[in-house]
Nanobody
């Protein structure tokens, strides 16, 4: 299983970005997917997760109402729409997947990881 995260970049505070996580070597529709982020000097933290069915999505309190996670199983891709970005959203964002139906915020639960994409929000 390979996950490829993309879509990061530099954006001003208040702006938007959409991250993508494309999977290969797996039928993505049978996997739950999560986004985590790692800011400089901080531990990797949970951002959002969506079950393989797409019916349940959970978000970290810090991003609720601003970030939206969705999936397009036909394209084997999951998205993270990030709106109203703040400087504290600056981090490397990673997507992760697991065959189980889960939205766990624990990084050690997730089996497969992508390489990360950098998001920088300037104030």
């Amino acid at each position: 299983v390979q996950l490829q995260a993309s879509g990061g970049g530099l954006v001003q505070a208040g702006g938007s970005l959409r991250l993508s996580c494309a999977a290969s070597g797996v039928t993505f529709s049978s996997h739950s997917v999560a986004w985590f982020r790692e800011a400089p000097g901080k531990e990797r933290g949970f951002v959002a997760a969506i079950r393989w069915s797409g019916r349940n999505t959970d978000y970290a309190d810090s991003v609720k109402g601003r970030f939206i996670m969705s999936r397009d199983n036909a394209k084997n891709t999951v998205y993270l729409q990030m709106n109203s970005l703040k400087s504290e959203d600056t981090a490397v964002y990673y997507c992760a997947a697991h065959r189980a139906s889960t939205t766990s915020p624990r990084a050690d639960v997730w089996r497969y990881w992508g390489q990360g994409t950098l998001v920088t929000v300037s104030s």
